[in-house]
């Protein structure tokens, strides 16, 4: 189509219909998407079946439900990395705030404590890590 000789009224209109066909196109591809889903989970249901088995049971293999907090699961399972001021063992740091001793040492050394790069190097060149 030669776009050149159409007027504005033309061209805005050429663009009206082509907005709404990907409209229309993005509602049939979505509709589509979902019949194919539909029916891929029939066929998984006919062959679940079809070996005797119960559907729940095989669902759950396949995606397990998550554990979520407070039901069960054990707190205090995680080991976080301590990082030790080995001029001060009483100076630790675990995660979360930077502690006062932290930040002050960090400035000290010329790194910005509120860039991450800067607290990862200065972990990694002035602190000693300790696994739990």
Request: neutral net charge; aromatic residues 8%; proline residues 4%.
């Amino acid at each position: 189509m030669e776009y050149k000789n159409l007027s504005v009224d033309e061209l805005q209109a050429q663009l009206q219909q082509v907005e709404q066909n990907k409209v229309d196109l993005e509602k049939a591809l979505y509709q589509r998407w979902h019949e194919a889903k539909a029916e891929l989970a029939h066929e998984i249901r006919e062959m679940i079946d079809s070996r005797g088995y119960d559907t729940d049971e095989i669902l759950e293999l396949v995606a397990p439900k998550r554990k979520r907090a407070g039901g069960g699961a054990k707190k205090g399972n995680r080991s976080y990395t301590r990082y030790v001021d080995p001029e001060n063992p009483n100076n630790v740091y675990v995660r979360g705030v930077l502690p006062k001793w932290m930040k002050e040492k960090m400035t000290a050394q010329g790194y910005d404590p509120s860039v991450k790069d800067d607290r990862e190097a200065f972990k990694a060149n002035y602190l000693q890590a300790m696994k739990d």
